[in-house]
């Protein structure tokens, strides 16, 4: 009898989710199989599920592929079984495994260059978010390379190995690509204190040793990030950009601001509290428009730099750092594979405090391999 795998797929776009059992194919070349034992639910599953992103000004980007397939991108288990040239001391090891791949042709500008996350070419060896029944919600995966899992440390807890894959690579990156900062406590903020912005709050304090300024609707929320260390301010406050730029020097405005939100009143906001010659990371993808002219920008020599998850080598360097810096872990929840479609709800409703990780404790035909 043939090995099957379980997934809870979207078979219609914003429907709840249905399980589907699948036979396990055989693998070949340099394939491994995981095992998924946590899975995260990101912001992204959400958007797929109802089948199209918000880009802004009304308008829609419809996701690409028809259903049915599984959601979800942040995995973390054990490797069960290994093709033919895959690395045989693999098999038994707990493993993250990094999602964002390319086509990894060396002709590639992208893959060549280490940066298979931005490489959008659709016969791409990506598996997940819409091109496969094997994803994050899916008891078992069949990675493309075993170059793609990365080995991870006893000292990382349950889950939170699949949340850095997205999320914290996501926050990592950003904040990388923010670059040094004189006196973060007072010049880099962070706005949108959710799952992805607490991670990007924690790991801003390992990189730079300070904790960076919260921005958040959310009371719960602030209080949080007040309770680290980091100065808080309201986001739906008539003063906030004032009450930021009266914390700097001279009071002209930060030096960085990461948007974790990404929607047009939050990115305005970004853009007043910058100060000349600051940058604003832009992450999130809630649809702010970029009506802006060139010569404001250039005259106040302000940097928009968008990032979009991280490498493969961020993601490695990240789960160093996790190891090194003892970084607290964010705010979390378990819940069970089963209950995907209700985290998802959830998840859209707001009613989420930080992280939700799925635990897969399948039932029934293939829950025992």
Request: hydrophobic content about 40%; aromatic content about 6%.
């Amino acid at each position: 009898m043939s090995a099957v795998f379980q997934c809870m797929a979207v078979e219609e776009f914003g429907a709840p989710l249905k399980r589907i059992v699948e036979t396990i194919p055989q693998l070949k070349g340099s394939e491994v199989l995981v095992k998924n034992e946590y899975s995260g639910v990101c912001h992204s599953d959400a958007h797929i599920h109802d089948g199209y992103f918000n880009v802004g000004g009304g308008a829609k980007l419809n996701h690409p592929f028809p259903p049915p397939f599984s959601l979800g991108h942040e995995m973390e288990g054990i490797i069960t079984d290994v093709g033919p040239e895959a690395n045989k001391s693999l098999l038994g090891r707990r493993v993250a495994v990094y999602p964002w791949l390319g086509c990894s042709r060396s002709s590639c500008v992208h893959c060549d260059d280490g940066q298979t996350n931005v490489c959008m070419t659709m016969d791409s060896e990506r598996f997940i978010d819409g091109r496969s029944l094997m994803a994050g919600y899916s008891s078992h995966v069949i990675v493309p390379h075993d170059r793609w899992v990365i080995p991870l440390s006893s000292d990382i807890p349950p889950g939170i190995g699949a949340i850095n894959m997205c999320a914290g690579l996501t926050a990592y990156s950003a904040l990388k690509k923010v670059g040094h900062v004189k006196d973060v406590s007072r010049n880099l903020v962070i706005i949108g204190l959710g799952g992805v912005g607490m991670q990007a709050v924690h790991i801003a304090h390992a990189l730079f040793g300070e904790w960076p300024i919260g921005v958040d609707l959310d009371a719960e929320k602030r209080a949080e990030a007040a309770r680290l260390g980091c100065i808080t301010v309201d986001g739906k406050s008539k003063t906030a950009i004032n009450d930021i730029r009266k914390q700097t020097q001279g009071k002209k405005g930060v030096a960085s601001v990461v948007d974790f939100v990404g929607n047009d009143a939050t990115f305005n906001m970004a853009l007043q509290m910058l100060r000349a010659g600051g940058k604003v990371v832009p992450v999130g993808l809630y649809g702010a428009k970029l009506n802006i002219g060139l010569p404001f920008l250039i005259f106040q020599q302000k940097s928009i730099v968008p990032s979009l998850c991280g490498t493969l080598q961020e993601a490695k360097d990240l789960m160093a750092l996790m190891i090194h810096s003892k970084i607290e872990t964010p705010p979390h929840e378990y819940r069970s594979i089963v209950a995907a479609s209700s985290a998802l709800d959830d998840l859209k409703a707001g009613q989420i405090k930080g992280r939700c990780i799925l635990k897969h404790d399948w039932p029934g035909p293939g829950s025992h391999l």
